[in-house]
């Protein structure tokens, strides 16, 4: 269940600032969407949106960590992406007014400034280069989503699992590691493979010495990750 309460300008600057999409943003600017905006508290494990509902709503993740999926009736899910802060997401629907294209859930608990469709028309008249980044970011998720397309028709399951996790590696103290917090089974719901294959595969490229798998992470030992068995 969300706790909603109006954002009030002067509240939270640190936070707004510390997080990327914002960043690119003045003070002033800040100030307008605030003023605009709702906060909303998620627990972990909540639905923030469900795929095929009608919504106009945009969220801007503070804090917290969102994966969005799409599911069929059986209940199996394929994981699109996972978002943080400085992320936003159900800009899709806010735009075109069309139900929406996935379910968003959070992975751990949360907090969004969310703007309706007529605060965000506001926000644009107001803090006009607002357009711009949204702009940005959708041709970004369009190439990554080509991408995706990509390997999921061009490589078996042993490639898909090695791109995945390149793709969400990040340098941590020289290292590259995945430290998102992904049960084997959200990696299978990214990559389209049961849970006992992408088992077998992190396992495989660990005896290999390609990675290394911790209790919380993997780390990425040699990045030429081969693209199949
Ligand atoms: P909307 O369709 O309103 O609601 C679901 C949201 O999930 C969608 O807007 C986007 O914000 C987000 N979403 C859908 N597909 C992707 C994707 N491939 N990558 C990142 N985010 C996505």
Redesign the pocket.
């Known amino acids: 269940m969300a706790i909603t309460k109006q954002a009030r300008i002067g509240e939270r600057p640190a936070a707004l600032k510390a997080v990327p999409f914002f960043t690119q943003l003045g003070e002033g600017e800040l100030e307008i969407i605030r003023s605009l905006a709702a906060e909303k508290h998620y627990p972990k494990n909540a639905v923030v949106?469900t795929?095929g509902e009608i919504?106009d709503s945009?969220?801007m993740i503070q804090s917290g960590k969102v994966k969005?999926f799409?599911g069929d009736q059986e209940g199996r899910e394929m994981i699109?992406?996972i978002?943080g802060p400085g992320d936003?997401?159900?800009?899709?629907?806010?735009?075109d007014k069309?139900?929406?294209?996935?379910?968003?859930t959070t992975l751990e608990s949360s907090v969004f400034l969310v703007l309706t469709h007529a605060s965000f028309e506001k926000c644009v008249e107001r803090v006009p280069r607002i357009a711009n980044m949204v702009m940005r970011v959708l041709a970004q998720?369009v190439r990554?989503?080509d991408k995706?397309i990509g390997t999921l028709a061009m490589m078996d399951v042993y490639g898909r699992v090695a791109s995945t996790l390149l793709e969400l590696a990040v340098y941590d103290k020289g290292k590259m590691v995945v430290s998102e917090k992904l049960s084997q089974q959200d990696l299978a719901n990214m990559v389209g493979a049961s849970r006992e294959m992408v088992n077998r595969i992190l396992k495989d490229l660990a005896e290999r010495g390609f990675i290394s798998v911790e209790s919380k992470s993997i780390t990425i030992i040699n990045q030429e990750l081969p693209p199949s068995l």
């Open positions: 949106i795929e919504g945009l969220y969005v799409i699109l992406k978002l936003f997401f159900g800009e899709m629907s806010m735009i069309q139900p929406r294209s996935a379910t968003v998720r990554e989503a995706k």
